[in-house]
């Protein structure tokens, strides 16, 4: 069953609206936090709550805020990570446009939570509707008096910045957004230090989804108890599912952690369409080995008329694309890998390519700052692990053992 | 000049977001971007006489980010999702009807200026694949007669003077 719980008011007109929000008990989390919790306090709900971050690491929320050291006199950062771009991944996008609040709200608690009085958005930049809804929404917030100084009569002041990025994937990685809002190229940093200690402006930073920000004023209100009750016990409350690719009903479907993939696919998606079989499964966005894991939950399905080849094609041509360049196994290793596997994939491929595939792999695979690396070559070593006779087949014939001819309608 | 008055006023009202100007490179670049259509070294000159820093800091960022063509576009610029999600439901066949619509290559600019076409990564619409993102809007879902209907109505509305907007 989808449990709708960040998807509740989804399909609610004017949702975005702040009128609309507020009578769905908006802004309420954010009043009570404020007037009634420590940030302390705040920090020990959202650990007890089992949140864990909804990008694509997981890394628990609650433990990450925690790591904000208490006695520094520097000024702290709260981000919201809206900057999607894991291909087959369209989530937070649907939350910026139907439910803009819930996210304002989720980063203000969580601004409160590290001691943070400047917040920013960063929405990719292709994002024009979301990132215009966002500040939309900010605006209404600054309006209504939950946002700016001395909010609620709190004495607390919070300011909230929506910047738009410049179509990098990199940028999703936090440390490679961080540059990126510094006004630089967005290239990864070295940990440690953590953003925790040194992030934006080598100040104390926290930076979180925004899907993982829209799920905490739902704790707030309804308790860590409630949200854990949902999910399983390692991996509690729900998170939205992209569907999409070869897949009757595409679409965002949020379900609680734990839900068996089968139940996504064929009773919401309403399995593979036009009597064809399913080949394959891209379980977590396009940087996760076939068949997996979570990652961003960004569920592609492949039909037994795709040439693995062809798709390994597409995915690597969009690492070696959003490749920064700053680290040389990547930088080069992406480039190498994108030549070999279009070499294949147009019947030119010669034997011994598939091992060279492999080695450029082992050589890239932990040998890079950021995680980009390791999601181009996750999903290429899966493939070559599960349908290596169809890559040897490309070798042997010179051709695909089925040709990917996709034609829209 | 190549940024105008209200470009200007844009980008003075974003530095003030920021505690370090620097910051506010991108914002300016969007907003150049979104006026001239394409960003280029004169562009790079005049952000950093507004923002007060040296010229090379926006060449060099600007020149990291792919969204932001570094030379001149037609009036609507087309960008196909070619990634995986959009891929699998016929991309390259929606790149192929756009060619053979507006007669014109992948990379190329139509003769009357009008359009010009590409293809781009993830645009994250990939539950309503296959997309296409023209200027600041997204179209999705698309089928041969909604890519019909959007460029009729693209070519109308540049005949009419009127901007199109998301």
């Known amino acids: ?7 509740k008011y989804i399909d609610f007109p004017e949702q975005a609206n702040i009128n609309i929000y507020l009578s769905h008990g908006g802004y309420q989390a954010w009043e009570k936090t404020l007037k009634n919790m420590s940030p302390a306090a705040v920090i020990d709900e959202i650990k007890k709550s089992g949140l864990r971050g909804r990008g694509g690491a997981g890394f628990p929320t609650g433990l990450k805020w925690s790591f904000v050291p208490k006695d520094n006199s520097k000024p702290r950062y709260l981000i919201g990570n809206a900057d999607e771009s894991e291909p087959g991944t369209c989530k937070d996008r649907v939350l910026m ?15 409160f939570a590290i001691g943070s009085h400047q917040a920013f958005c960063y929405v990719r930049g292709e994002f024009v509707r979301p990132a215009h809804l966002m500040e939309k929404a900010i605006e209404e917030a600054y309006a209504k008096g939950f946002l700016g100084n001395d909010i609620l009569g709190t004495g607390y002041n919070l300011n909230m910045t929506v ?15 961080l540059n990126s809002l510094e006004g630089k190229r967005g290239m990864s940093r070295l940990r440690p230090p953590f953003p925790a200690i040194e992030g934006l402006y080598l100040c104390p930073t926290v930076v979180n989804n925004v899907e993982t920000l829209a799920a905490v004023p739902l704790i707030i209100n309804n308790g860590a108890e409630w949200y854990a ?17 070869h897949i009757k009903r595409p679409g965002n479907y949020e379900l609680e952690l734990g839900t068996p993939l089968s139940y996504l696919i064929n009773d919401l998606g309403g399995g593979v369409p036009d009597g064809h079989n399913m080949k394959a499964i891209i379980p977590g966005g396009s940087s996760t ?27 690597i041509h969009f690492y070696r694309h959003e490749s920064c360049g700053e680290c040389t196994p990547c930088r080069e290793g992406t480039a190498w890998l994108e030549q070999l596997i279009e070499r294949l994939e147009k019947g030119k491929g010669r034997p011994g390519d598939l091992e060279k595939i492999d080695s450029i792999c082992d050589n890239i695979l932990g040998r890079t700052i950021c995680p980009l690396g390791d999601a181009a070559v996750m999903p290429i070593q899966s ?3 599960l349908f290596r006779e169809e890559f040897q087949y490309h070798i042997d014939n010179k051709r695909c053992l089925v040709k990917s001819e996709f034609v829209f309608k | 000049m190549i940024l105008n008055d209200i470009s200007i006023a844009k980008i003075r009202q974003k530095m003030i977001c920021y505690t370090v100007r620097k910051s506010a490179i991108l914002p ?19 952000i950093s006489v507004i923002l007060e820093i040296p010229y090379l800091e926006v060449a060099e960022a600007a020149s990291f980010y792919t969204m932001f063509p570094k030379k001149p576009v037609g009036r609507h610029l087309i960008q196909v999702c070619h990634n995986i999600s ?26 009357d200026n009008l359009f010009t076409l590409i293809s781009v990564e993830c645009l994250g619409s990939c539950t309503s694949a296959p997309m296409i993102q023209i200027d600041d809007k997204y179209y999705e879902l698309l089928t041969r007669e909604k890519i019909d209907r959007i460029l009729d109505d693209l070519k109308e509305s540049s005949l009419n003077g009127k901007e199109s907007s998301f």
């Open chain 1, 1 to 7: 069953m989808e449990k709708k719980v960040l998807f």
């Open chain 1, 97 to 111: 446009e139907h439910d803009p609040h819930a996210i304002v709200e989720g980063m203000a608690i969580a601004a």
């Open chain 1, 163 to 177: 910047h738009t990025g410049g179509g990098a994937y990199i940028c999703g990685e936090e440390t490679a957004l």
């Open chain 1, 229 to 245: 009750s949902m999910g399983t016990d390692k991996s509690k409350g729900t998170k939205i599912f992209s569907l999409s690719g």
């Open chain 1, 289 to 315: 080995p076939f068949g997996s894991m979570l990652g961003s939950g960004a569920v592609i399905v492949i039909n037994d008329q795709t040439c693995m080849v062809w798709v390994i094609e597409r995915l």
């Open chain 1, 383 to 385: 493939a070559l692990k």
């Open chain 2, 28 to 46: 300016a670049l969007t907003v150049a971007c979104r006026q001239v259509g394409h960003l280029n070294n004169e562009i790079y000159r005049e």
């Open chain 2, 86 to 111: 959009c891929a699998l439901l016929g991309a390259d066949s929606l790149i192929s009807y756009l060619e053979e619509k507006l007669g014109i290559k992948k990379g190329e600019t139509s003769p």
